[in-house]
């Protein structure tokens, strides 16, 4: 293996490393300030959370590094079309976690901006 080569592996676990730790991190920060999330105009359930939707976010793009990762060495033509599909339904639900913290960060905004009026 050449340099070039061990150096762009070490970031990419490097990153992979970096994203789990940010997306426990999160998890574990929203699931400590779910008690009062009635407070801040949140509904106090897990799935409506923004930072435990973040979190789990930065989980599945890490999954998705060590998917392209394994990609990138796999050496059957099979399994190479199998680690696409699983890529691809990664990447949609990724995209789909996106959605629902931005929703969810509006929505939070919206009832404080109510709560504030009355």
Do not use: Y
Not at 31 to 56: D, R, T
Not at 71 to 78: C, K
Request: net charge positive.
């Amino acid at each position: 293996m050449s340099g070039l080569v061990v150096a762009g592996f070490m970031v990419l676990v490097i990153a992979i490393a970096v994203l789990l730790a940010i997306g426990i991190f999160s998890i574990r920060s929203g699931l400590k300030a779910l008690p009062g999330a009635a407070s801040l105009g949140l509904e106090p359930v897990w799935h409506k959370q923004p930072k435990i939707l973040l979190g789990i976010n930065n989980i599945a793009f890490a999954v998705l590094l060590i998917l392209v990762g394994i990609l990138s060495i796999a050496p059957n033509p099979t399994i190479k079309t199998t680690l696409f599909v699983i890529i691809i339904i990664t990447f949609i639900v990724s995209i789909f976690l996106v959605i629902s913290s931005i929703l969810v960060s509006l929505q939070a905004a919206k009832n404080l901006r109510a709560k504030k009026n009355n």
